[in-house]
């Protein structure tokens, strides 16, 4: 079995750039409204946050695609429903722990509010996530090898 052609690095970084900042978009100003922080500090915390999610995006995605790859011989492109469920999910739950200590610091919530709040972005993440990577797949396919 042949090992699929994984995404380059400018389709990578593009899929990254995309995926955070329509998400700092859409999210910051439903974290405002739940949290009753200020518009502009919330869209602040999800740019920070949005950060560190690009640079765990990076390795994540990469790390999973190729280990999908290497286990079924299929690209990400073609990933079945159940692993892109399980692909989000296990994203985010590595996203939580790189969070919430930013979370609680940047907020001064205590540990268990700031749990709840990661809770819910990486909830609403989550469904944002399988929305997004499902429709990247489809407007941008990974190109066949020669």
Same mark, same amino acid.
């Given at each position: 079995m042949s090992t699929p052609q994984l995404r380059g690095l400018a389709d990578r970084i593009r899929q990254v750039a995309l995926f955070e900042i329509i998400g700092v978009l859409i999210i910051s100003p439903l974290f405002a409204l739940a949290s009753g922080a200020p518009? *502009? +500090?919330?869209?602040? *915390?999800?740019? $920070? *946050?949005?950060?560190?999610?690009? %640079?765990?995006? !990076? $390795?994540?995605?990469? !790390?999973? #695609? /190729?280990? +999908? !790859?290497?286990l079924t011989g299929r690209p990400a492109d073609q990933r079945p429903q159940t692993l892109r469920i399980l692909h989000a999910v296990g994203f985010e739950g590595g996203l939580m722990i790189l969070t919430l200590p930013v979370i609680v610091w940047w907020t001064g919530m !205590?540990? /268990?509010?700031? %749990?709840?709040? #990661?809770?819910?972005l990486a909830l609403t993440y989550a469904g944002y996530a399988y929305v997004f990577n499902l429709a990247y797949d489809r407007l941008f396919p990974i190109a066949p090898r020669p």
């Open positions: 518009m *502009l +500090e919330s869209a602040a *915390l999800l740019a $920070v *946050l949005s950060l560190i999610a690009a %640079l765990w995006n !990076g $390795v994540y995605c990469t !790390g999973f #695609d /190729w280990l +999908e !790859g290497r !205590g540990f /268990w509010n700031a %749990l709840l709040a #990661d809770l819910a």
